[in-house]
């Protein structure tokens, strides 16, 4: 059995990504009135792998990432729908459609040559967390897990400025290298659990890194 993962929203490095230098997303109420935003609209489902659920996304209408796609996505997801495709029963990841999500990643094992989704991974921007009005790239980050239903939301780490690294390094083990408070660190989450289980600062990197 192999571990692995597969990005749906383009599991994106937080250190100087291209995809991030864009505009952001005003605040609803703050620089932009919410009639002048573009609405939000539903878009395809898609499997989870392995298992008998699909999600989709809800994304801005003149979002030109029009699912769960790594191609110029930028933010532009605000929320996840999951669907039973036994019970047809339907639940959003959210109860509001004001955050911004940046990756949705599948991690699992494949078994017997088929990949076999256990749990998924958010990276959230859920709040305004420079005061500048709006949601972007510069804001603070949340790392959220669920399972596969999309239930049992769990923030696991907060705070993140900008990420080094998502590395699933065994079963429901991964690695998250990360800036976090102006320290750069490294945890490993227990995606079981949904806990952080160890953490340590990197070594120094000399004063010319930054």
Not at 9 to 30: D, K, N, Q
Not at 164 to 191: C, D, M, R
């Amino acid at each position: 059995m192999k571990a692995t993962a597969i990005a749906l929203l383009g599991l994106l490095g937080l250190s100087g990504c291209g995809l991030f230098e864009r505009s952001g997303v005003p605040a609803p109420g703050e620089t932009t009135a919410v009639s002048e935003l573009p609405p939000k609209q539903l878009y395809d489902f898609q499997p989870i792998q392995g298992t008998r659920y699909l999600m989709a996304p809800i994304n801005r209408s003149d979002d030109r990432a029009s699912g769960f796609s790594s191609y110029d996505s930028g933010y532009t997801s605000h929320n996840v729908v999951f669907l039973d495709a036994v019970t047809l029963t339907t639940q959003r990841l959210f109860n509001t459609n004001d955050f911004l999500i940046v990756s949705t990643t599948e991690y699992g094992e494949t078994i017997d040559g088929t990949f076999v989704t256990q749990w998924l991974v958010y990276l959230v921007i859920t709040a305004d967390t420079n005061d500048d009005g709006e949601l972007d790239y510069r804001d603070h980050i949340t790392l959220a897990t669920t399972n596969t239903a999309g239930e049992g939301y769990t923030e696991v780490i907060v705070g993140i400025e900008q990420t080094f690294g998502i590395i699933l390094v065994g079963p429901g083990s991964l690695v998250v290298a990360y800036e976090q408070a102006g320290v750069k660190t490294v945890s490993k989450v227990n995606l079981a659990e949904q806990t952080v289980v160890n953490t340590q600062p990197l070594v120094d990197l000399g004063a010319e890194v930054k």
